[in-house]
């Protein structure tokens, strides 16, 4: 940024945290709250587009779904859940951090609200394990272990699973993608950047990302795991 | 004399002298461009690569028309064809119109024109320049790679299970495209509601700004969902996730709702920039405020938010209720009324406007004629009866070309001239221009409206041959030989807009006498745009009928052609401020 930020003459680069083509922070911060406004109303169109087929799909094969949710670890899913909700309030509590501008404070909370991801994915990934071995991913060889499917209509239960591992999935990643971030974060402060330290709302942006993220699995879990006999 | 330098609310202006350097001139290493954060570069990069798409794009479309000169077709196989047309809708479709007006114009504009240095985020916008190359690449990829025939539309099952697997990869390109379109829709967004100077209120912000937000909300509600419906075919070609497989008991129909829930509005993301294009063509030369300007502005958004509402007219015949059908029928015809107010307001616009017949303004008058066939067709076609007959017919292809082409391309050519003094600092030749905005409508009509003609007598859309229908052969040729006109019409502005950069007279900062803060600053711009961010104090399109009267003797009493009598009179405005 700094080459841009040299190449016109107007003199104000008090701020080191400010961008050449904002006049001030406030209108820089405001930009960036927007910003990331805008980014999250087209991830929650993203993920919409997918609820959307989940549902329908659900309502026309209520009690199939029923049945091939059963295999699912409700357990883990449960704790999994509580991880992501513990991990959102760490990174609430780094934003009071970086408000605070206590360098420490920010980069334990981002390191735990690191270790709740990982542990996040570990336990998916012994999920996604334990599926794979009972033949519940979909394609050839579906269900060739019929009694995973609890009485499930095979062609059925291949759809649900094929929305549970589309959408765990696509979820997976944005946590993959969120821990990257956040990775990125915690260098700069460990940097001391004057970019995060000078100016909380990268944190926050950060933060509202992973609230994204924690809210999205929020819905998957109970429309996933937690499914009411019809 | 125009009328803005000459205005003393405008504070900015006098303190902006002619520079030496500007941002074409300020580093000429490669390297300064592939990295610029500069949306003026950004939109410059666009452009030279859109170009190239569109040249592309336009030797497939060439290919089809040869193709059909001849009943039973004569130099494509079936499967070849299928693969030209897909190719050609796929290219100009998500690689040409999408980003045509948005990316290169917008890009440039919407900063200049309310007065910030530069697009919210620099580099969010370079990144959507690099997604949008890469995704071209993919593109390209799948298309030499052998090339897919399974039409701009991916219909699944077809796209799913049947056609070649080219198709992932073609896929992945228009996945990662649509990333670079959510970019651009961001900063757009951003920019529009913070980046404004002190004095752009709403409501003084030319009508482009307006078309480009309203642009940027459908790009940011509808691409993500695109973007899910596509990744849902990868998925179940790549990783054998049914998500539409009927033979399992998924819904192929669904792919089409969610396909067409973007693609509808898709076409307003084609269109939107184009109105705003076009308002400011109709003001800047009739040289009047636009009448109704609000109607024009809310019309935007009115546009922006029932598009989102009509997807099903594409699937009238595709297994929907008969109350369905009555429902989107219905909303269609309601999204065709903001249309018609705008179409409305510009020709209004004009009346007792003093109309310079200079090239951007014959091709806005082309425009006004050719959307409004192609909206108007569209309402045969959102009508439940005619549309049963009338679809998977070329009334189709002729309807969409009249808004796609006669609409959106013919606004971005008008848009291109007009601005060219502006991006490039050099004036383009405007009698050769003149006349070639004539030949582009000869040449268009001379396309497609027999296509019109031939769809409803029954020719369906993507055959390649009609041997059992000769009589379709002379509304076929004359639809090719219309092509080759167009074809010409394209290249020549190639040509002399190109042969200009360098030969080119120079610009003065406003050749035009046009109002609007972009022509304030040099031509062409300064890096950051303007030495000092201006104050606005006047309304838009603020045109002084007694100034403009004046101007018009003086132009007749120098007897030259007065796009150049315009330059002096800038050159010389220019000097008076000094
Ligand atoms: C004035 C309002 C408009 C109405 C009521 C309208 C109506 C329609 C209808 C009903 C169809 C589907 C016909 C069928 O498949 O049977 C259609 C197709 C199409 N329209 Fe429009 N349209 C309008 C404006 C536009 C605009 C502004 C654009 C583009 C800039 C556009 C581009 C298209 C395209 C590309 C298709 C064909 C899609 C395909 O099947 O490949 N339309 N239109
Ligand atoms: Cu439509």
Redesign the pocket.
Known sequence: MAAIASDHGHGHGHDEALHHQFEDMEQQNDSYIVGMWTFLVTEVMFFGALFLIYTLYRSMYQLDFYLAHKVLDTRMGMINTFVLLFSSFTVAMSVRFAQLQNRMGVLAMLGITQICAGTFMVIKYFEYQEKFGHHLYPGPGFGSSPSYLNGASPNFAQLYFGLYFGMTGLHGLHVLIGMIVIGYLMAKWWRNSPMVTKDYIPTELVGLYWHFVDLVWIFLFPLMYLMPKP | MSAIPADPNVTAVSATPRTETNYLNADWSIKSWLLTGDHKRIGILYLVTVSFFFFLGSIAAGLIRYELTAPAGFILESETYNKVFSAH?IIMVFLFLIVAIPAILGNFLLPLMIGARDMAFPRLNLLSWYLFMIGGACIMGGMINGGVDSG??FYVPYSSMYANSNVTMVLTGIFIAGFSSITTGINFIVTTHKMRAPGMTWFRLPLMVWALYATGVVIILGTPVVAVTLLCIIFERVFHLPIFSAELGGDPVLFQHLFWFY?HPA??I??LPAFGVQSELIANFARKRVFGYHLIAFSSLAIAGLGFLVWG??M?ISSESMYQGVVFSLI??L??IP?AIKVFNWTATLYKGNIRLQTPMIYALGFIGLFTI??LT??F??CLGT?VH???TYF?VA??HY??VG??VTAFLGGLHYWWPKMTGRLYPESIAKWNAVLVFIGFNLTFFPQFIVGFMGMPRRYHYYYFAPEFQPYHIMSTLGSTVLALSFIIPGLYLTRSLTKGAKASANPWGAHGLEWETSSPPPTSNFLQIPVVLDEVYDFDPVTEHEQDKAAQALEVPSYLSNEAKSIESEKEKR
């Open positions: 809708g701009w539309t693609s076409v307003y084609m269109i007219h594409h009238f269609s015809f999204v065709a249309s192609g909206g569209g309402l076609l959102g549309d009338l679809t998977n189709i309807h969409f808004v796609m609409g959106a």
